[in-house]
Nanobody, 116 residues
Framework: QVQLVESGGGLVQPGGSLRLSCKASGFTFSMYTMSWLRQAPGKGVEWVSGIDSLGNDPEYAASVKDRFTISRDNAKETLYLQMNSLKPEDTAVYYC?????????RGQGTQVTVSS
């Protein structure tokens, strides 16, 4: 069955960086577009970024553009999200999902907290 396991979250100060990882299994990772979503406390799920199956054509939400970078390593079946210049409003549970716009299965999430 499809499994997506996120890691790399934590507590970071404003302006800091984190790199999230998402290890996929149970499907042919290289054949699928992938995405990152997030859910802040008390808010709905927000699409953050998506990428095609070859690692091309990345897309970003306006709120993270020029700060976050999505990438993937198909040999390692892993999706990444490099997050720089983090802000308190980036605090959320981050999920990876199959499908470029997040409509497929998703993982359990990893908590990112940006606070001084």
């Amino acid at each position: 069955q499809v499994q997506l396991v996120e890691s790399g979250g934590g507590l970071v100060q404003p302006g800091g960086s984190l790199r999230l990882s998402c290890k996929a299994s149970g499907f042919t990772f290289s054949m699928y577009t992938m995405s990152w979503l997030r859910q802040a406390p008390g808010k709905g799920v927000e699409w953050v970024s998506g990428i095609d199956s070859l690692g091309n054509d990345p897309e970003y939400a306006a709120s993270v553009k020029d700060r976050f970078t999505i990438s993937r390593d198909n040999a390692k079946e892993t999706l990444y999200l490099q997050m720089n210049s983090l802000k308190p409003e980036d605090t959320a549970v981050y999920y990876c999902a199959r499908n470029k716009y997040g409509s497929g299965p998703r993982g359990q999430g990893t908590q990112v907290t940006v606070s001084s």
